[in-house]
Each structure stands twice: as structure tokens, then as C-alpha cells.
């Protein structure tokens, strides 16, 4: 069973449209990340939130904005994205701050590609 | 920041034998030593951790061995299946990262029938 639940699975989009990745968890956890995933690579960090504030942004282009409007939910706006921004994106969560960072519950990914 | 190497990037075993994959990290504050398991389009999952106060654990087939004066910790897998075959990533934590973690590059774990 996912306890991190991502929507959409699958997304398609063109370099001017505008979406959204959706990231729920019920665990009570109180840190939620952000990261891209290409092939045959690691996944590589990109936001975190910290009970509900933005805590780590890896210099991630403006294009890219998270939110997190509760505990239990996590958002990634995109908009005006390139072909190389084509990835998996997967949401995580832990415990907490600290040492309550790990260990991670990854959801399924949202799989992005750009047009 | 943290240094995290993996070796080797494949690996390919008949089924029934064990495998071994090493990471190397470079924090001497790291704590957390923690192994992901990721199938092909899946997520990653943790298969097994270990605490820095500790030297070694096993959970039925597999087992992770740490050695922090060396700074290297290990995966252990024993009697391979097929359904093993994923890529199994490390991914230390440091308190100089405010305890995220640093994820290898992965290896990737062929269990030929």
C-alpha cells in the first residue's frame, strides 16, 4: 500500500501550459519533499517543507513553485517548463524535522513530460 | 557537503547466490544509513537502516553492516530471486544537512533465474 498518494500518474504538457502535482499523506507526518527523478539516476532533492514552511529550496528554477497548504498536503505549480524538465517526480514524507527527517515514504511519482 | 559513492553500479548474479553492494560516504557526522530499494517504474522503498550505535542488522535475507572509522556501511543480500533485481540506493544523513538525506547513484541488481 502507498501511504503517499500522487496525482496525476501521468502528465503531458506543452512549454506555455500551466499544471499542478498533487502530494497527500495521512501519516502525520510534518516534513514533505519534492524531488526529480530521470532515468537510471538518483532522486535528486529539490524542495522541502518543514511543518508547512519552506525550509530547503536546491535552487530550483522559478518555474517550479511549490505549496504546502496543510500538513497533510504538498503542491507543485509548473509553468512555462522545458523538454528537459521531462522526468519522475516523486513526493516523500517523514516524520519530522531533525532526525525525524528519515527515513522516507516516497509515493508513486508523478510521470511529467513536455512537449 | 556529502560525498556518497556506491559500487558497484551493476550487478549480476544467478539466482540463489548473494550480493554485495558497497557506499562510501564522507561525513563524519553522518548517523543514518538507510537502503532504498526502487523496481522498475516503482517507487523507492526503505528495505532496511542502521543507526550509527550499531555495527550490524538483518532482516531474513538481507542485512546491512556498517563500518563509521572506515565510513562505509554495506547490503547484504543472500539467496537472490529474481524479484530482487531493482536498483538499491544508499542515502547517508548528516546533521551538516540538517539530517536529509545523501542519495548514491544506485546500483543496479540483475538476479538471472
Known amino acids: 500500500d502507498t501511504e503517499v498518494t500522487q496525482t496525476p500518474k501521468h502528465l503531458v504538457m506543452g512549454m506555455t501550459n500551466k499544471k499542478s502535482l498533487k502530494c497527500e499523506q495521512h501519516m502525520g507526518h510534518r516534513a514533505m519533499y519534492w524531488y526529480k527523478q530521470k532515468a537510471k539516476k538518483p532522486p535528486e532533492l529539490m524542495f522541502v517543507?518543514?511543518?508547512?514552511?519552506?525550509?530547503i529550496n536546491e535552487s530550483v528554477p522559478s518555474r517550479f513553485s511549490p505549496e504546502c497548504p496543510n500538513s497533510s498536503l504538498l503542491n507543485l505549480h509548473l509553468h512555462a517548463l522545458q523538454p528537459e524538465d521531462s522526468a519522475l517526480y516523486l513526493c516523500a514524507s517523514s516524520p519530522g524535522r531533525g532526525v525525524g527527517n528519515q527515513p522516507q515514504h516516497f509515493g508513486d511519482g508523478t510521470r511529467l513530460s513536455i512537449l | 557537503g556529502e560525498n556518497v559513492e556506491q559500487h558497484p553500479s551493476t550487478l549480476s548474479v544467478q539466482e540463489g547466490d548473494s550480493a554485495v553492494i558497497k557506499c562510501t560516504y564522507s561525513d563524519s557526522a553522518s548517523n543514518y544509513f538507510p537502503w532504498y530499494k526502487q523496481e522498475l517504474g516503482k517507487r523507492p522503498q526503505l528495505i532496511i537502516d542502521?543507526?550509527?550505535?550499531?555495527g550490524e542488522k538483518k532482516d531474513q535475507r538481507i542485512a546491512v553492516t556498517l563500518n563509521k572509522t572506515a565510513k562505509h556501511f554495506s547490503l547484504h543480500i543472500t539467496e537472490t530471486q529474481p524479484e530482487d533485481s531493482a536498483v538499491y540506493f544508499c542515502?547517508?544523513?548528516?546533521?551538516?544537512?540538517?539530517?536529509?538525506?545523501?542519495f548514491g547513484r544506485g546500483t543496479s541488481l540483475i538476479v538471472h533465474p
Open positions: 542515502a547517508p544523513d548528516s546533521i551538516r544537512r540538517s539530517y536529509i538525506p545523501t
Open positions: 517543507y518543514s511543518y508547512e514552511k519552506l525550509s
Open positions: 542502521i543507526r550509527s550505535n550499531v
